[in-house]
């Protein structure tokens, strides 16, 4: 399983980013896909979620209304567009999919992709 994500940067507030996860290992269009975010100091948090079909989506609620979870399936792909970003958004943030393996469920991660929202 191979989850790599691209897309982060350094902006000022008020721009928007979109990250992409393109994942391999696994047949990503029968799984639920995360994306997480780890500021400094803090713990690592849901930001947004898309389930196999894309027909149900979560976000948290500070991220609502200005980010948008999207997946193709046909590129094995998974994206996060973020507007109105804020300072507070700046992160590391993670692409997740959990797979049942032998009846256990596994988490495996991406390396990452740095958000950084600053004037």
């Known amino acids: 399983v191979q989850l790599v994500e691209s897309g982060g940067g350094l902006v000022q507030p008020g721009s928007s980013l979109r990250l992409s996860c393109t994942a391999s290992g696994f047949t990503f269009s029968r799984y639920t896909l995360n994306w997480y975010r780890q500021a400094p100091g803090k713990e690592r948090e849901l930001v947004a979620a898309?389930?196999?079909?894309?027909?149900?989506?979560i976000y948290q609620d500070s991220v609502k209304g200005r980010f948008t979870i999207s997946r193709d399936n046909g590129k094995n792909t998974v994206y996060l567009q973020m507007n109105s970003l804020k300072p507070e958004d700046t992160a590391m943030y993670y692409c997740n999919v959990v797979l049942t393996i032998i009846i256990r469920p596994v988490n495996f991660w991406g390396q990452g992709t740095q958000v950084t929202v600053s004037s």
């Open positions: 898309i389930t196999d079909a894309g027909g149900s989506t």
